[in-house]
Structures are given as structure tokens and as C-alpha cells.
Nanobody, 120 residues
Framework: QVQLQESGPGLVKPSQTLSLTCTVS??????????WSWIRQRPGKGLEWIGY???????VGSPSLKSRTSISRDTSKYQFFLQVSSVTPEDTAVYYC????????????WGQGTQVTVSS
């Protein structure tokens, strides 16, 4: 069974770059036709989609965050990554990685989430 696990620093200073890793076990991130997403939930807010990387390596990001975000992967390590630059306290959130199938767009696997706080 495919499992996802987020990792990264829990505290980031304003103006720095937030870097997170999602490690996938039980399957490959190149398996057709899955998309590997980053999603966050800020305090008191709903889920916010950040972007995804597809099984073929294509990346798509949210227009509202695209200028500050980068998604990449290392297929040999079954990992994909999120970077958010120039963070502010507004980027404080629980960050999730998740898998969706291209056919339905529905998420069928989620990581447990990792809290990231932006504070000096």
C-alpha cells in the first residue's frame, strides 16, 4: 500500500525559503497516471492546493502561489519536494502531500501533514 510522509523544518524565519520533502513508500512516483500534490491548511482556513508534479515530471502550480513555489522530484529516492520562497507568517500552515489519479482528480493517499510555522 502506498504511503506518503512529509518531512522538513517546523520553523522557518520570514523571508527565508521553506523546503519540504514527501517520501513515498510502497509505490513509484512515476506510475501512470498519478499526480503528486502539495496542499496546505492555514489556521482557521480550508485546504489550499499549492501544486503538483505528474508521473511524467510536469509541474503545475496555483496561480496565487506560483511565483514563490517550486515543485520537483527525485525518482530514485521516491521523493518529491516543495519550496516556497520569501515566506511570511501567512505561510504558517499544516502542509500535506497527497496523491491523486488523473482520471478522477480525487486524492486517494495523504501524508499525515507537517506543521510549518513562519516566525522570527
Amino acid at each position: 500500500q502506498v504511503q506518503l510522509q512529509e518531512s522538513g523544518p517546523g520553523l522557518v524565519k520570514p523571508s527565508q525559503t521553506l523546503s519540504l520533502t514527501c517520501t513515498v513508500s510502497g509505490g513509484s512516483i512515476t506510475t501512470k497516471y498519478y499526480y503528486w500534490s502539495w496542499i496546505r491548511q492555514r489556521p482557521g482556513k480550508g485546504l489550499e492546493w499549492i501544486g503538483y508534479i505528474t508521473y511524467s515530471g510536469t509541474t503545475v502550480g496555483s496561480p496565487s502561489l506560483k511565483s514563490r513555489t517550486s515543485i520537483s522530484r527525485d525518482t530514485s529516492k521516491y521523493q518529491f519536494f516543495l519550496q516556497v520562497s520569501s515566506v511570511t507568517p501567512e505561510d504558517t500552515a499544516v502542509y500535506y502531500c497527497a496523491r491523486a489519479w488523473e482520471g478522477t482528480g480525487e486524492y486517494d493517499r495523504w501524508g499525515q501533514g507537517t506543521q510549518v510555522t513562519v516566525s522570527s
